[in-house]
């Protein structure tokens, strides 16, 4: 639950420089730039996609699928005598920029947004294929009043019926894998849990979040989303499982933010068992602020402040700081009220089915407080910790630089103990026989 996967992924303001045509070539080859360019920047392991209409010289527009963002139009589109093409958009007051060459119908380069670089890709006319890595598995699809969510269904070798789990991943644009562009790699936990369980004789359904894999087409207008839509397609996913005799008993395993998601579906839905991993049990206003005390100060930290409080008490604040637009930008806000408002260890407290509290040791993101204030709530709850644990399931070092570089490295197995702990909860509540 880092502060900055809250949601700090709405491109402001770009810069396309693209490459003089090579000497021969006509002016008109360049001009070649108008058109339909569809492609995406490639942050690691979750790719964003974008789609440029560039009408001629000096106007054009784009659209960013994830953030709900369509056809908003670029500020200028100019072509230097150089044959070098500059188009700019302008929000609130931030730079991104794509430099590059273009060659043919292709156009590559370098993007960057506030020191941070990544490669993109794009290409004209029709958007590209899916990789075949994506497409792999076996899934499953949920309709929604938002569109069509799409899951994959995990399942052991042996001949079923099974109990299945829910896994629910963590905030901003997680995949069902676990994975999140607000850091660099792929660490593959949820993946590797869902495996483990079908190792055990337990299926599972593990999704991605709207605007994340699969689901990237199904996200919501960003001013528009609000926690309960998380919640709804969580309630979606476990009516679907109630209704597929294929599946013995289901269970809920919900990942940090998914910890509150799996909470508040299974308070509505039929649920038999519910693992919280690295859930927090305070509110996320409470939450939040810590975690903008070890990074930030002064005014920064005061603005915060105001800020937070204010979403609280359901105010929402228009003036923010060009440091703080990532995190606070007015079109957020109203999500962020909507999370803040719900207390986990509250929520938790309702639920009358088998529970267990998970922890790792060494989780950065997630203090162990938070899984006391869980326990603490919901008294026969079981609560554990797991040695050298960190948040995303991995064993790691206690030091924060070398915990991080698990982040992004899908061959670490999950943490050793996990799962003896998630199967021996579930054979003690007969959630499996074996």
């Not at 639950?1 to 008109?28: N, Q």
């Not at 069902?176 to 299926?203: C, M, Q, T, V």
């Amino acid at each position: 639950m880092k502060f900055r996967t809250v949601g700090c992924f709405l491109l402001l303001l770009i810069l396309l420089v693209a490459c003089a045509p090579e000497e021969g070539e006509e002016r008109d080859e360049a001009m070649s730039l108008k058109g339909k360019w569809n492609g995406e920047i490639n942050i690691p392991n979750q790719p964003l996609a974008i789609e440029m209409n560039l009408e001629d010289e000096q106007s054009g527009t784009i659209s960013i699928p994830i953030q709900g963002v369509t056809d908003y139009p670029l500020s200028t589109v100019e072509l230097t005598k150089e044959q070098n093409v500059i188009i700019t958009m302008k929000i609130q007051g931030q730079l991104l920029t794509f430099e590059g060459n273009v060659k043919g119908e292709e156009m590559t380069g370098t993007f960057t947004q506030n020191g941070q670089q990544f490669p993109f890709e794009l290409v004209k006319g029709e958007k590209k294929e899916k990789s075949e890595d994506e497409e792999e598995g076996e899934f499953v699809s949920l309709n929604t009043d938002n569109g069509i969510l799409y899951g994959e269904l995990e399942t052991p070798t042996s001949a079923g019926p099974y109990p299945v789990m829910l896994i629910i991943p963590g905030s901003g644009p997680t995949d069902r894998n676990g994975n999140s562009p607000a850091f660099p790699g792929k660490n593959d936990s949820l993946k590797l849990l869902a495996e483990e369980l079908a190792e055990n004789g337990i299926a599972s359904v593990r999704y991605d979040k709207r605007g994340a894999g699969k689901n990237q087409q199904a996200v919501i207008e960003e001013a528009s989303t609000r926690y309960d839509h998380f919640v709804q397609d969580a309630q979606g996913w476990l009516d679907l499982l109630a209704n597929d005799p294929s599946y013995t008993k289901i269970g809920v395993i919900g990942h940090s933010q998914g910890s509150l998601t799996g909470i508040l579906a299974a308070q509505t839905s039929s649920v038999d068992a519910f693992i919280s991993l690295a859930g927090a049990g305070r509110s996320m206003d409470e939450v939040l602020y810590d975690q903008l005390e070890e990074q930030i100060s002064g005014d920064l930290l005061e603005e915060s402040k105001v800020i937070i409080e204010g979403l609280v008490e359901g105010k929402t604040s228009q003036n923010v700081s060009d440091e703080l637009q990532s995190l606070f930008r007015p079109a957020i806000q109203p999500f962020l009220a909507s999370w803040m408002k719900y207390i986990p260890a509250d929520e938790l407290a309702k639920l009358s089915i088998p529970t267990l509290i998970i922890q790792g040791e060494h989780d950065l993101q997630v203090k162990q407080q938070e899984a006391a204030i869980l326990q603490e709530a919901k008294p026969d709850a079981e609560m554990v910790t797991i040695d050298k644990m960190n948040h995303v399931l991995k064993e790691a070092p206690a030091e924060r630089g070398e915990n991080i570089q698990t982040y992004g490295d899908p061959a670490l197995p999950i943490a050793e103990g996990l799962m003896e702990e998630i199967m021996g909860f579930l054979k003690g509540h007969q959630f499996i026989s074996k």
